[in-house]
């Protein structure tokens, strides 16, 4: 729930309740639930296959993948760590 919160699928317009957001329009859906009746296919399928709920997922947990340090960096300090 937080995570749809955080991408913007779902607002808390007053404790304890939850109203899902037409992604498409930004229009909240009249529609209030209670946590526990949230947990149902029919409240997580449309966020969970919607494009922009799977981008903000991949942003959020992406792994990078390139070099954290830059080769000449690395050996400038083995350099030092020799001299000391």
């Not at 997922?57 to 760590?81: A, H, L, N, P």
């Amino acid at each position: 729930m937080d995570l749809a919160i955080e991408s913007g699928h779902v607002i808390k317009p007053k404790v304890g309740w939850y109203q899902k957001v037409d992604m498409n329009t930004g229009e909240i859906i009249e529609k209030s639930y209670r946590l526990k009746d949230t947990y149902n296919f029919s409240f997580w399928h449309p966020v969970l296959q919607c494009e922009k709920f799977i981008n903000f997922i991949d942003q959020r947990y992406r792994v990078g993948s390139g070099d954290i340090m830059k080769e000449d960096t690395v050996e400038e300090i083995y350099e030092v760590m020799e001299d000391q």
